[in-house]
């Protein structure tokens, strides 16, 4: 079955205590990318990739980072969580990195950070 | 730069009720249009696209046409059910600064369909 996976699902951590949270996607998917939904803000892009060790900002960076070593894997990273980054986090992939492509999108990750 | 405009919820229908969504959007370009959906507890699902003007996407009854000319892309359906309540979620994918042709959405619009 074509999917995205991420892992884990739900997390409480606490401020300064790095975590990874894995995506990975079984599609052959050029085009990654990590988005965070909050309410009122709708999903905005956080990093995205192109291809493999192909990374680059999207519009919410800050206070993350990314890495593409493997085509199928894309870990969203955060160095030292703050409170402002408690949001519910989507991974999604593509074909390409062209207009007419959807983008699929996995089950996201709730991160809860105290 | 791009954007996406869809109308406030939540909304609350009843069962076999016409739906309509209306959405805007603002880009450069010609974009593409989505229409997800995302249901409790679950990721966005793709729910149809529309790639070029005019072009009609439809899926489980959905309709939503590419209108160039006041750009929109409303999403209708002519009988709803229970099981279509879930967030609706308007966006096109464009180019966006540089090469990254990434996704931008509207804020989502809550539909509760009653028995």
């Known amino acids: 079955e074509a999917q995205v996976t991420q892992n884990p699902r739900y997390l409480i951590t606490v401020t300064g205590k790095k975590l990874t949270v894995t995506c990975s996607q079984n599609?052959?998917?050029?085009?990654m990318s990590w988005y965070r939904q909050d309410p009122g803000l709708g999903l905005r892009q956080i990093y995205y990739s192109m291809n493999v060790e192909v990374t680059d900002k999207g519009d919410v960076p800050e206070g993350y980072k990314v890495s593409r070593k493997e085509k199928r894997n894309f870990p969203l990273i955060l160095e030292s969580p703050s409170p402002n980054q408690t949001s519910l986090y989507f991974c999604?992939?593509?074909?390409?990195?062209?207009?007419?492509?959807?983008?699929?999108f996995g089950d996201g990750t709730r991160l809860s950070i105290l | 730069g791009n954007s996406v405009t869809q109308m406030e919820g939540p909304v609350t229908l009843s069962e076999e009720a016409f739906l309509t969504i209306n959405c805007t959007y603002t880009?450069?370009?010609?974009?593409?249009l989505f229409w997800y959906v995302q249901y409790p507890g679950e990721g966005l699902q793709l729910l149809l696209k529309?790639?070029?003007?005019?072009d009609k996407g439809s899926n489980k009854g959905f309709e939503a046409t590419y209108r160039k000319e006041t750009t929109s892309f409303h999403l209708e359906k002519g009988s709803v059910q229970v099981s279509d309540s879930a967030v609706y979620f308007c966006a096109l994918r464009s180019r966006s600064g540089g090469s990254n042709y990434k996704l931008t959405f509207g804020k989502g619009t809550l539909l509760t369909v009653n028995p």
């Open positions: 999604a992939s593509s074909t390409s990195n062209r207009d007419n492509q959807p983008q699929h």
């Open positions: 529309a790639t070029k003007a005019d």
């Open positions: 599609m052959n998917h050029e085009y």
């Open positions: 880009a450069t370009g010609y974009p593409s």
